[in-house]
């Protein structure tokens, strides 16, 4: 059985349980997807299965990956990933739905971040900055940069103002809250990374316990 799939983010709700809390939780369009090739141990080194999400026109579609959908007999699709899986069960041209996951099932989910632009270093590290009164002259600034004579320069990775989000970002070991195979739909308790209409991918979490 394949491992994951591709997604959207539709957004966020919140929904009543049997017991009658009231959780949030994001609702996903996942899959269908559909099985353009199979890697395994010979010639690839290993073994995965690559899915295609979303249809794409033909006109849209270079000819390299046009020849490389014909070959797998699917449609062209504007995603592509790959994931692992049981190479018995799983057939190229195969549709992969929603159904694989189950209620309660743990998963981990990776998107795309929200880009919000410049900012600065306590926004975006979290700084807390200096005094406020008292004749403090040191409120919203970064503070120290570096090292005098030697070595002269600013250390790689310091925590400085710069562009805030639009990374790749995984949130681990999300609660599967609702399964719609009729709709593709997936409800996860929790917020997951970017805005609506993200691509996301979600695989079963290996961090169960």
Known sequence: ?????????????????????????????????????????????????????????????????????????????????EFQGDESETQVGQEIRVDIFKKGELVDVTGISRGKGFAGAMKRHHFAGGPATHGSMFHREPGSIGASSFPSRVMKNKRLPGQMGNV???????????????????????????????????????KVS
Not at 56 to 77: R, W
Not at 179 to 204: C, H, Y
């Open 1 to 81: 059985m394949i491992q994951g799939l591709m997604g959207e983010k539709i957004g966020m709700t919140q929904i009543y349980l049997e017991d009658g809390s009231i959780v949030p939780v994001t609702v996903i369009e996942a899959g269908p997807c559909q099985v353009v090739q199979k890697k395994g141990q010979e010639p690839d080194g290993y073994q995965a299965f690559q899915l295609s999400f979303k249809p794409k026109k033909e006109k849209n579609t270079s000819k390299g990956m046009l020849g490389h959908f014909k070959k797998a007999g699917v449609s062209p699709a504007r995603f592509l990933k």
């Open 168 to 206: 790749q970002r995984t949130i681990e070991k999300l609660e599967i809250i609702q399964v719609q195979p009729d709709e593709n739909i997936l409800m996860i308790k929790g917020a997951v990374p970017g805005s609506p209409g993200t691509l996301l991918v979600i695989k079963r979490s290996k």
